[in-house]
C-alpha cells in the first residue's frame, strides 16, 4: 500500500482474522465436550487448592469465589478472583478479577478485569478492564478499556478506549483517546486519529484517513485576512477538519497574519453545487506584537460551492465575524480589522468584542 498507516492496520486487522481463525477450531473441539457436570459453588486459593481439586478443569461452576484465582471448564453464573479467572471453555455470566479474565472460547455476559479480559471466541455482552480487551471472533456489545480494544471480526455495538480501538469492522461508534482503526465502519470513529478502510459515518477528530475521503485545498480573498489557503481533510464529507493560514497584503505599519483551525459539514445541492457550513478560529499576530497576546478572529462561513471543471470549483462565502482581542494598539484595544460592524464593545476584563459580516470569494480543487 502506498499509506504506511494503512498498511500497519491492515496488517493488524489480518492478525486479529488469524487469531479469530484458530479460536473456531478449539470452539469446535470444544461443543463434543459440553455439556459438563456442574458444581453449585466452589470455594478456594488457587488452583488446585479449591473445593472441586483437580477437578475443576472438568466441571461447570455456578458460583466460585477464590481467593487467587481459579482454573475450570466453564463458568455457568458468577466468578470472583482476587487475581485471575481461567475458562478452558465457554463463560455463561459474570467474571470479576483483580488482573485477567481468560475465555477459550464464547462469552455471553460480562466481564470486569483490573488488567486484561481476552476471549477467544466470540463476545455476547459487556467488556470493562483497565487497560485492555482482546476478543478473537466477533462482538455484540460494548467494550471499555483504559488503553485498548481489540475485536479480530466484527463489532455490534461500540467500542471505548483510552487509545486505541481495533476491529475487522465496527456497527456502531469508536471512541478513542487517540487511535481509532477499522476495516469497515458504519457509524462514527471519533479520536485525535482516525482510520478506516470504508466508512459510512462521521470521522471527527484531528487526522481522519480513508482511502475516499474528503480532501480539499482552498485559496481565498477576504476582509480581515486578505490572502487565504487552507486544506480540508476528512473521511468523507460529513465531517472534516480545516488547517488554514491568512495574511494582509503587506503595508508599513498594518501588516497581519494569523493561522487557523476548524470543522467544517458539506453537503450537495443539486447535482452538481455544494453548500459546506464551518467554523474557524484564527490566531493573529501583527507587527510588533507578541504570540502570548490574545488576538483571535472567530468565524462562522456559510460557502455555497459551484463546480468548474473536474474538482476545480468557485466558491462564495458569506461569513459571520467575531473579533477577540487583548491586544494594545495606539487606537485603543484591538486593532480595527475593517471599518464596519454590528457590534463593538470593551468588556470589564479589557477584552475587545468586535463582530461584523463578511465575504470570501476564492476557489477550490
Known sequence: MKNPILHMAACLLMAGQLYAQDTSQVEKQSESQRPYPKRAAQI????????NGHEGMKVSNQLSLNVLGSYAAALDGVELSGLFNLEKDYVNGVQFAGIVNSVGNELDGAQFAGIANVVGGGVHGSQFSGIANVVGGDVKGAQFAGIANLAGRAVNGIQV???????????????????????????????????????????????????????????????ALHANVAFKMGGNRQFYNIFTVGATLPTDNKTRWGF????????????????????????????????DQLNMLNQV??????????????????????????????????????????????????????????LNVGLQF
Do not use: C
Open 44 to 51: 478456594g486459593f488457587i488452583y488446585p487448592l479449591s473445593t
Open 161 to 223: 478506549a483510552g487509545i486505541a480501538n481495533l476491529a475487522q469492522s465496527v456497527t456502531g461508534p469508536q471512541i478513542a483517546g487517540i487511535v481509532n482503526i477499522a476495516g469497515r465502519a458504519k457509524g462514527a470513529q471519533i479520536g485525535l486519529i482516525n482510520i478506516a478502510k470504508e466508512i459510512d459515518g462521521p470521522q471527527i477528530g484531528l487526522i481522519s484517513i480513508s482511502p475516499n475521503g474528503y480532501r480539499r485545498f482552498e485559496v481565498w480573498a477576504s476582509d
Open 260 to 291: 487557523g483551525y476548524g470543522i467544517g459539514t458539506n453537503r450537495l445541492l443539486g447535482k452538481r453545487n455544494q453548500l459546506s457550513i464551518e467554523v474557524v478560529s484564527y490566531h493573529i499576530h501583527e507587527e510588533h506584537t507578541d504570540w
Open 301 to 358: 462561513r456559510v460557502s455555497f460551492i459551484f463546480p468548474i471543471h473536474n474538482r476545480l470549483a468557485f466558491t462564495v462565502t458569506p461569513t459571520f465575524n467575531v473579533q477577540v482581542s487583548q491586544l494594545e494598539v495606539a487606537e485603543g484595544i484591538g486593532t480595527k480589522w475593517v471599518s464596519w460592524s454590528v457590534y463593538d464593545q470593551l468588556t470589564r476584563n479589557d477584552t475587545r468584542v468586535r463582530m461584523w459580516p463578511g
